[in-house]
């Protein structure tokens, strides 16, 4: 358990020092975990609701501060290029979020080339039940983007690198609050990169 524990906290201190210099990535980081937090409590009680907060706000604001605000040049704090630290990369890199993200946004022309999705669903008749349902794809390409990098990460690296990455994915909202409910104030003063020495 200890070896878990400790793998854990060097993929999360990995992921923080490596893509998350900019205070506005934080800030995009801080709603999302907080709209992911609220999206957890929804699963419970109404699921397509939650994927719908989940992909739509939680996904976004974050995917957003990765891709638009997050440094892409050499970084000096960690001495090593975008491009290593995309090689490196245990979870989903840019270029698997990109396509991860293709996925998410094309999904729903599924459902007019079939209603149904092939049997699998019942044919929507309003507005309001084709927002349902696709609702409904997306937390199965939720689930299975998860379950896919878990299992994969099992035979690239190894079981437990599989499961302590899913774990911290799960867990990112409460960490994330953690490390970054300061960056707005951050933000404020003006600070938009975080200082290195924090990164080294």
């Given amino acids: 358990m200890q070896g878990f524990l400790e793998a ?10 490596y893509y998350h210099h900019s205070r506005i990535n934080q800030a995009l980081h801080l709603v999302s975990a907080i709209s992911f937090l ?12 939650a994927a719908l907060v989940g992909w739509l706000v939680a996904m976004t604001s974050r995917q957003i501060g990765h891709l638009f605000f ?3 040049g050499y970084d000096e704090a960690n001495q090593a290029t975008h491009e290593h630290k995309e090689e490196i990369k245990v979870g989903y890199n ?3 979020k990109i396509v991860l993200l293709t996925i998410w946004a094309l999904s729903p022309l599924s459902l007019f ?12 008749t309003t507005p309001a039940e084709f927002v349902r349902q696709v609702a409904k794809i997306w937390l199965f390409l939720g689930l299975a983007g998860l379950l896919f990098r878990t299992v994969h990460l099992f035979f690239i690296k190894d079981v437990q690198t599989g499961l ?3 774990t911290k994915i799960l867990t990112d909202p409460f960490h994330d609050i953690k490390l970054y409910y300061k960056s707005p104030y951050y933000l404020m003063r003006g600070e ?3 200082p290195k020495q924090r990164h080294g």
């Fill in 70 to 72: 997050e440094p892409k």
């Fill in 8 to 17: 854990l906290r060097v993929q999360r201190w990995d992921d923080h020092r």
């Fill in 164 to 166: 302590v990455w899913m």
């Fill in 192 to 194: 938009l990169i975080e």
């Fill in 113 to 124: 080339i079939d209603p149904t999705l092939y049997g699998i669903l019942d044919p929507y």
């Fill in 38 to 49: 609220v999206a957890y409590v929804l699963v419970f009680f109404d699921p397509a609701a």
């Fill in 94 to 96: 840019l270029n698997r």
